[in-house]
T-cell receptor, first 115, second 117 residues
Framework: AQTVTQSQPEMSVQEAETVTLSCTYD???????LFWYKQPPSRQMILVIR??????QNATENRFSVNFQKAAKSFSLKISDSQLGDAAMYFC????????????FGTGTRLKVLA | ETGVTQTPRHLVMGMTNKKSLKCEQH?????MYWYKQSAKKPLELMFV???????ENNSVPSRFSPECPNSSHLFLHLHTLQPEDSALYLC????????????????FGPGTRLTVL
């Protein structure tokens, strides 16, 4: 069975600095999707970035980028020029392509941004 | 309204009550999901519906009963709940089966904060 592990329950970053959130996963599938979701306090969970496993190029969305290491089964999120609005819970998620619609989520990392 | 909406946003109920949670998606998606989110635990997938058909029931107790009358609406009927069922219940939708773009990406509603007394 697939698993997703986020080993950092909490991280802090100074405003305008860069922070990297870690995620590792385990799967026997060769094709899948990986996601980072952001859940601000008492607000809706939103998609930050998505990566297709067959693409070697790392996904980027403005200040957010990933370091996808398929062989190591690692999918870290880098947030550059951190802003106060980046403070949230960040969830890493995996979704296979074998026909099931099951998404597997990690336990999340709480990111604090210090002014 | 756009995106995924959920009502009510907050619900307090006794163990003998019967209540329902509602989810509506305005994205034209074909799959809808119920998740339970408890503190310090991964999101727990409860049910999956694709084109109104239930495709996943993740060993959820029968006191939770889902209903999907059409591709845009999803309900979670609750009865004789336990205090440990108190959690944030999230609904999500996705467009499955298409290649490219943001297919197979879930979009979440704001959740219903449920407290069982």
């Amino acid at each position: 069975a697939q698993t997703v592990t986020q080993s950092q329950p909490e991280m802090s970053v100074q405003e305008a600095e860069t922070v990297t959130l870690s995620c590792t996963y385990d799967t026997s599938e060769s094709d899948y999707y990986l996601f980072w979701y952001k859940q601000p306090p008492s607000r809706q969970m939103i998609l930050v970035i998505r990566q297709e496993a067959y693409k070697q190029q790392n996904a980027t969305e403005n200040r957010f980028s990933v370091n996808f290491q398929k062989a190591a089964k690692s999918f870290s999120l880098k947030i550059s020029d951190s802003q106060l609005g980046d403070a949230a819970m960040y969830f890493c998620a995996y979704r296979g392509t074998s026909g099931t619609y099951k998404y597997i989520f990690g336990t999340g990392t709480r990111l604090k941004v210090l002014a | 309204e756009t995106g995924v909406t959920q009502t009510p946003r907050h619900l307090v109920m006794g163990m003998t009550n019967k209540k329902s949670l509602k989810c509506e998606q305005h994205l034209g998606h074909n799959a809808m999901y119920w998740y339970k989110q408890s503190a310090k635990k991964p999101l727990e997938l409860m049910f999956v519906y694709n084109f109104k058909e239930q495709t996943e029931n993740n060993s959820v107790p029968s006191r939770f009963s889902p209903e999907c009358p059409n591709s845009s609406h999803l309900f979670l009927h609750l009865h004789t709940l336990q205090p440990e069922d108190s959690a944030l219940y999230l609904c999500a939708s996705s467009q499955e089966g298409l290649a490219g773009g943001l297919a197979d990406t879930q979009y979440f509603g704001p959740g219903t904060r449920l407290t069982v007394l």
